[in-house]
């Protein structure tokens, strides 16, 4: 098994380029459904990618990847399409399950598994379910799958989510992309990566308009028979590089971005003192002396991301002063806590809440990824510890980081693959 080496202490200079984002890719990915030719630029080639291909794949879509310029053709022109997605797939990846939006769109069925448990949370796909069901589709759970079935196609609705979930908005677009008259969607998801998927379905004929949380989706005719996308900058791989650079950058030069998009992230790193100078596009982050202490709850954008709560955690460790995190979105993530605590952080949980003391001196040592942002987390903790840190795991830093090695290598830090 592959594991990441890394000598901390080296001081970082030099360039990121950030990739496309992986959790706009997947959504658009499985969108593809609906058009006969897409072509996807700037889309990460990560092992999450992969195995979207491959369930679409497996649908009957065809496609062909440049890997040099990061971008994917998607053709539907297969009369014998398969509506399903197995549990072989979905179980590796849960982003899977947002096929079953398009498959009942364009195909008035579709047979999904159920994605089950995941290490981060129980991350149920109830209102995923509950959406389409008031958009009429007939569902069953049976054998471990969904089964969904709308005949006679789907009804423009209004649907108020009692709770807000990024994948349940994106499986309810889908849906109601094609759905007849009306559909007005309230208390959305509106990450920047839903905003990117309103955007492809709009130019594919979509009549999409978003005010705030509620989203008013008119019903499509016309299907445009081909079109291209640029997918957004990875708002969370720019975050991760961000820390990395306040933690140990000399001079780090972050682009590919927009930064109004991260203007939580950018607050709260002005607001600890750290030496950033931000532009449109690109950040620049010099060296840091005293950093003041920071508290942070993770909520749905435009709030504090989640999938940023880890790598904020380390920086946690480095400023003066006791800081907390509140994880108000999945019920187990703290995962990473017990790995950087035997780095030597002094970290204590309560309930949902984390109580992080700061400066404290971390030190190398054998540790194990055990989800994607937990993965990275200690690499940003192995790139500050005194001698060598051992990663144990890293597949799952490969399901979301494109490059991680090189484009770290490239900033001069010590780290390699074995
Ligand atoms: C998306 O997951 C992201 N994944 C996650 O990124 C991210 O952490 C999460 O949004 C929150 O921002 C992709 O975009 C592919 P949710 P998703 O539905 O859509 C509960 C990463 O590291 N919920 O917004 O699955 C759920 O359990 C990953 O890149 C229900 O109760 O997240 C959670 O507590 C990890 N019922 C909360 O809502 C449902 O039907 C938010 O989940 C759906 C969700």
């Known amino acids: 098994m592959q594991k990441l080496l890394i000598k901390g202490k080296r001081e ?3 360039k990121i380029s950030i990739s496309g984002s992986k959790n706009a890719s997947l959504p658009i990915l499985a969108a593809s459904i609906l058009a006969d030719e897409v072509k996807l630029k700037n889309v990460p080639l990560v092992k999450d990618i992969f195995t979207m291909i491959t369930l679409l794949k497996f649908i009957g879509l065809e496609i062909n990847i440049s890997k040099k310029k990061n971008s994917l053709i998607i053709q539907n022109k297969n009369k014998n399409i398969k509506t399903i997605a197995p549990y072989k797939l979905v179980k590796t990846m849960r982003a899977g399950v947002l096929v079953l939006g398009s498959l009942l769109t364009k195909y008035k069925k579709a047979k999904v598994s159920l994605p089950g448990g995941c290490a981060i949370g129980t991350r149920p796909v109830d209102l995923h379910l509950f959406a389409l069901k008031k958009l009429g589709a007939k569902i069953k759970i049976k054998g471990g799958y969904i089964i969904a079935e709308a005949k006679r196609g789907l009804r423009g609705t209004v649907i108020n989510f009692p709770s807000i979930s990024v994948g349940a908005t994106e499986n309810a677009l889908l849906a109601a992309f094609k759905a007849k008259g009306q559909t007005t969607l309230k208390n959305c998801a509106i990450e920047p990566e839903i ?11 979509g009549k999409i308009k978003i005010s705030g949380r509620k989203i008013l989706i008119n019903s499509s005719e016309m299907i445009k028979k081909k079109i291209s996308h640029k997918v957004i900058f990875d708002r969370i791989e720019f975050g991760t590089y961000l820390i990395a650079g306040v933690l ?18 950018i607050n709260i790193l002005n607001r600890i003192g750290a030496n950033i100078d931000v532009k449109k596009n690109s950040i620049t982050i010099g060296k840091n002396k005293k950093l003041k202490r920071l508290d942070i709850t993770t909520k749905p954008y435009p709030g504090f991301p989640t999938d940023l709560q880890a790598q904020f955690m380390v920086l946690m460790t480095q400023v003066n ?11 187990n993530r703290f995962m990473h806590v017990p ?3 035997r780095m030597g952080a002094k970290i204590e949980i309560k309930n949902k809440t984390a109580f992080i003391e700061g400066p404290t001196k971390l030190n190398g040592a054998e540790v194990m990824a055990t989800d994607l942002r937990a993965s ?13 840190t051992i990663i144990n795991r890293i597949y799952h830093l490969d399901r979301g980081y494109e490059f991680l090695e090189r484009k770290l290598k490239k900033c001069k830090a010590n780290i390699k693959r074995v």
């Not at 140990?248 to 992230?265: H, L, R």
């Open 248 to 265: 140990i950058g000399k001079k780090i030069t972050i682009d590919k971005i927009e930064t109004k998009f991260v203007k939580n992230e």
């Open 376 to 388: 990275v987390s200690l690499v940003l903790a192995g790139l500050i510890a005194e001698n060598r």
């Open 321 to 331: 002063g006791k800081s907390q995190i509140k994880e108000n979105i999945f019920e």
């Open 195 to 205: 905003l990117d998927l309103i955007s492809f379905l709009n130019k594919l004929g």
């Open 339 to 341: 790995e950087l605590r």
């Open 12 to 14: 970082l200079i030099g």
